[in-house]
């Protein structure tokens, strides 16, 4: 049964909101009275549809269809999941949620994207208190998996346990936040690092852009795979976090900073960083610096996603979670998937090293079928390529579809041959073929022998059905 989530106010974070419920197969309808609403959501839809695939190596549920509905009644009523993203202002917050809760299903998740407002403040005047909750992400939320989940002491406890399960579906990390607190836990170090960054640019220490290339040529890394505590303790060595202590904290007395104080917010001030801000990115468009943007991200957490570290370790068991066995279907359909763009060359086209990894992903997902899986693996027991005839026919480019067949043309004791077929899905036209050559191996002596009898039973069977039909 299709799950329905209503996003109430469609700007930048209730667009990524419907963006990333739409991609993972969910029905969306959006209120939002702006007039251009249905355009911005479009524009987002159309840049997260671009690059949220590329994390995947499975392939992504059917899209759900964002709709534009004309009420607030109309977008929750029978929803599963509500996600508010109107302006912060707590009058309006207080009315949207009373129009939500007068038509929506009590046990549905009512969430607010507020920075600002405790759940508790949220709550003031609510029909069903219980039923409310801050699920606060970053932008882009479809790609981003950070959601601080923040409750308050009138929060349901199944509520909690209900918007948890959820978010995690859709690929995101729901960051439980015990206690309600201003600013609940990421914003408080932004606004941190944000008023230091004010100063900086006040007293002409630095420019916007010198400012960045310090976060993003420094810190930033380090923060994107270890975050801050395990970045740290690493820097203090064999003796880990205690020496680290012990050596920097004596700096915290040191007027480094100007944390609890603030520059006066004038007209000056603001022309001065905008001035400055325009000079260093004033030359490219909104959507050109979000695809930028998003493209640098997707390759950032498929490198994280490859090491199983940060970020990339929630993507990995997401892409997990999202694979389903093979049919039965001649031939098999072993990879569907969308291309990303860390695969693609100077050219624009997909890397001739990627059609091998490409391959040897299917050639992977076959062993899986047949019994020759991690168990089997760590048993001591694999397929090893002895040989590949690899035919490039047509270009390959970042964001399409593609999939990938697979025949049984030889199973036969430790012998084992396959046949890909690789397509763009869009018109099924055929854009590379392999010819691969496995042999059964011990890991133990590093010599090929048969395969245990299940397995070899399972590829007998594949090569016999797929030479049947004719394949």
């Known amino acids: 049964m299709t799950k329905v989530a209503a996003i109430i106010g469609g700007g930048v974070i209730g667009g990524g909101w419907a963006a990333r419920f739409a991609l993972m197969g969910w029905e969306v309808r959006v209120f ?18 671009w690059v949220l695939p590329m994390l995947y190596e499975a392939p992504m549920p059917n899209r759900g269809q964002i709709r534009l509905v004309e009420t607030v009644a109309e977008a929750v009523t029978g929803a599963d999941w509500i996600q508010e993203s109107v302006p912060e202002r707590r009058d309006i917050k207080h009315r949207v949620i009373a129009a939500i809760q007068g038509a929506c299903p009590e046990g549905a998740v009512l969430a607010s994207s507020t920075s600002g407002f405790k759940p508790s403040e949220l709550q003031e005047g609510a029909a069903r208190p219980g039923q409310i909750v801050v699920a606060h992400p970053f932008n882009p939320v479809y790609l981003l998996p950070l959601a601080e989940l923040v409750p308050s002491a009138a929060t349901d406890e199944a509520i909690i346990a209900r918007a948890k399960e959820i978010l995690t579906a859709i690929g995101m990390y729901p960051l439980h936040v015990r206690a309600e607190i201003d600013a609940h836990i990421a914003d408080r170090f932004l606004e941190a690092v944000w008023r230091e960054a004010l100063w900086l640019v006040k007293d002409g220490i630095a420019t916007t852009e010198e400012i960045d290339n310090a976060i993003r040529y420094g810190f930033g890394l380090r923060w994107a795979q270890m975050g801050l505590f395990e970045t740290y303790r690493v820097a ?23 944390l609890t104080d603030v520059p006066e917010f004038t ?40 090491q199983g570290a940060g970020a990339g370790k929630l993507i990995l068991e997401h892409d997990t979670a999202l694979r389903g066995p093979l049919g039965d279907e001649v031939p098999l359909v072993t990879v569907r998937r969308v291309v990303p763009v860390d695969w693609t060359d ?13 391959f040897s992903d299917a050639s992977e997902e076959l062993m899986t079928h047949v019994g020759a899986d991690r ?24 964001g399409e579809d593609i999939y990938v067949t697979t025949l049984v043309v030889l199973g ?7 046949l890909h077929q690789m397509h763009r899905a869009s018109d099924d036209e055929l854009l590379a073929t392999c010819d691969q050559f496995l042999l059964h191996v011990s890991l133990e002596t590093r010599r090929s022998c048969p395969p245990l009898p299940n397995v070899l039973e399972s590829v007998e069977a594949l090569a016999l059905r797929h030479a049947e039909a004719g394949a």
Not at 32 to 49: F, L, S, Y
Not at 237 to 257: D, Y
Not at 289 to 296: F, G, T, V, W
Request: contains cysteine; aromatic residues 8%.
């Open 346 to 358: 100077i050219n624009g086209h997909m890397n001739e090293g990627r059609y091998g990894q490409l």
């Open 412 to 418: 036969e004791g430790k012998k084992l041959k396959l």
């Open 32 to 49: 939002d009275p702006d007039p251009e609403a249905e355009r911005k959501i479009g524009e987002v839809m159309g840049n997260a549809a």
């Open 267 to 306: 007209d000056e001030l603001v022309d001065l960083i905008a001035g400055q801000s325009d000079a260093q990115s004033g030359h490219m468009g909104i959507r050109d610096l979000e695809r930028l943007r998003d493209n640098n991200l997707v390759a950032i957490l498929r490198g994280l996603k490859q």
């Open 236 to 258: 203090g060595g064999e003796a880990g976090m205690r020496h680290f202590m012990a050596q920097f904290g004596p700096c915290l007395q040191w007027p480094w900073t100007k």
């Open 375 to 398: 168990d089997y693996i760590a048993a001591g027991n694999s397929y090893f390529t002895a040989e590949t005839t690899i035919k490039y026919l047509n270009e390959t480019h970042a």
